[in-house]
């Protein structure tokens, strides 16, 4: 598995590539920026940082025979490359069941383009995919954090001579115990997590904060998994390090190597939407 952008290597994305016995899967295609932090838009590193990720996403997606979009979120999608769909294997969240109205009206202008490209596409809840030598499989619908207003996602599990990678998409945390419930079931070596909005404070709501830190020392003690890698939601805070201490402690009492994405990648962490607010003092 390869983290091709995450906010720890400077964007809004979960893109991730996965090769199953020659099989590249490419999960949630998309990355953007943060319109608004700290009352403040985007700078030019930001900018640049971006057009470096989705260059290196659009590549491996013309690559990819198999592709997942896992909600219809900009940092999760972009409905301009529908084009290069064509002649894949497209699995897509639900566009009508289990959504929200902004993201139901995303789907049907995606679907629209879709359709003017000519590429089949495939609902992917509930569905499970033999592949040579493993097997994809996708959750039912999660809620998008502790209710129903964002719409629901779908998890991705890819299962590869007998070891498993599970990546979350945004169920922001897990604060949900079905989520919980989904990855006792497959039990992943490697699992990609979102992690909850802590840089939202009390607006996500501080026993939904709560709530997800005890699924994380949950899934740790009692997963165990190989890796886990933490990241999107979570570091978009400066301080996400303290928040997850508790984790780190559980993490190393279990043998349960806990990363960021870029930490797993082998690079730098550079949280740059975190620290939009500090380039923009030392600017001025």
Known sequence: MEILAAESLGVRSMAVE???????ILIDPGAALGPRRYGLPPDRLELEQLS????LIRE??????MVVITHYHFDHYLPDWAED???KRVFLKDPVR?????????AAEFLERLIRAGVQWEVAEGRRIKLPGGEILFSGPFFHGPDSRFGCVISVAVRVGGRVFVHTSDVSGPVRPEVVHFLLEQRPDLLLVDGPSTYLGPRFGLEALEAARENLLRIIRDLGPEVLILDHHLLRDLSWRRWAGPLFEAAEARGVRL????????KPETLLEAERLK???DNS
């Open 18 to 24: 996965v090769e199953c016995s020659g099989v590249r």
């Open 52 to 55: 470096r990720a989705r260059s």
């Open 60 to 65: 491996r997606l013309r690559q990819a025979e």
């Open 85 to 87: 769909l064509r002649g």
């Open 98 to 106: 289990n959504i929200n109205r902004n993201q139901a009206r995303r």
């Open 259 to 266: 990363l960021s994405g870029a930490e797993f990648s082998g």
């Open 279 to 281: 380039r923009f003092r």
